[in-house]
């Protein structure tokens, strides 16, 4: 008798979310099987990757990313253009994090100017966080979609204490929101409830689970991903069926493992192939939990995810 390779039977559709407008259009979910199951369901929009441009000098990055945006530091303009020519990025992720009282001065005006010009001036979609207290992420992110109407940007974050005032600023300027969970299905289902009975359409909305780094509890969020995907695909419930994003390059490169030098810790080798493999690591872990997209920073970490995605699809 001839082997059959045993196959999930689907119910539910992870839905289509649209970033960007025109020509810049990229569309993210549409799977009816599991993360690269393509033998069991459809797979119709591969996961991207959106490499992170800040609106300021970062501070404290090791010298294996550091000597890649250095020369653009100063102009997020040119950093977002470097990203897309020179490293490929399939969207940019806008951290706004100057907004934040506790690190820089920036009013919402100016950071819903700043990404207007981000957005005029790149030719891939525009994914946007902000920073600080929920509610000043809130007003941050009002008017950032109200400077951007109708262009699809991915705007976040919305939690149960700020959503409100989001999802209006994107209902009402045709946008997409990021909604933000602690590593909870029931928080996360509860929120995307709220949103949608707001009258945000499901289709406008992607889940940002919370992520963490290689070695730091990435199994409990792989865990948290897995049971998101399995509800949303074999329970068919309908408030689990939005894409997922995941934040992770601030999460990586964060942890002492890829920022202490080889002087110090020289049975660890190479510091910036460490980093590298730490980010790429982190990344396939949290693609084969059901990430759509992933925000990443090193472009050799991006280069090497976006050749293995290419082999598994």
């Not at 490929?88 to 207007?116: F, H, R, W, Y």
């Not at 966080?129 to 000043?136: F, I, P, R, V």
């Not at 730091?216 to 399995?230: F, K, P, T, V």
């Not at 690591?281 to 997209?293: N, P, Q, R, T």
């Amino acid at each position: 008798m001839e082997f059959q390779v045993p196959k999930n039977e689907y119910t539910g559709k992870i839905n289509t979310v649209k970033l960007g407008k025109g020509d810049l259009e990229v569309k993210v979910g549409g799977e009816t099987a599991l993360p690269f199951h393509t033998f069991e369901g459809e797979i119709p929009n591969k996961p991207i990757i959106a490499i992170e441009v800040y609106d300021s000098r970062p501070k404290g990055w090791p010298e294996s990313v550091d000597k890649y945006y250095r020369d653009v530091y100063d102009d997020p303009v040119k950093w977002a253009k470097k990203c897309i020519d020179e490293f490929g990025a399939e969207a940019i992720c806008l951290q706004l994090v100057s907004t934040n009282p506790d690190v820089g001065d920036m009013k919402p005006e100016e950071a819903a100017e700043l990404t207007k010009k981000v957005r005029e001036a790149i030719s891939k979609p525009l994914i946007v966080y902000g920073a600080g207290s929920l509610e000043n992420v809130a007003e941050v992110m009002k008017k950032v979609s109200e400077k951007n109407a109708d262009t699809s940007i991915l705007i976040g974050w919305a939690e149960e204490e700020n959503y409100k005032t989001i999802a209006a600023a994107a209902m009402g300027y045709n946008n997409n929101v990021i909604a933000l969970n602690p590593l909870d299905v029931n928080i996360a289902k509860q929120l995307n409830i709220l949103l949608t009975q707001l009258g945000l359409p499901p289709d406008r909305i992607v889940m940002d689970p919370s992520t963490s780094s290689l070695g730091y509890g990435i199994e409990y969020c792989y865990s948290a991903m897995e049971r998101l995907r399995i509800a949303a695909l074999l329970q068919d419930d309908k408030m689990t069926q939005m894409p997922i994003i995941c934040n992770l390059a601030p999460e990586v490169w964060k942890v002492k493992e890829v920022r202490e030098s080889e002087e110090r810790y020289p049975e660890w080798g190479d510091l910036e192939e460490r980093g590298v493999n730490w980010e790429a690591i982190s990344a396939m872990s949290m693609l084969i939990a059901g990430a759509d997209i992933l925000v990443m920073r090193h472009p050799k970490a991006v280069s090497l995810v976006k050749e293995i995605i290419k082999e598994l699809l």
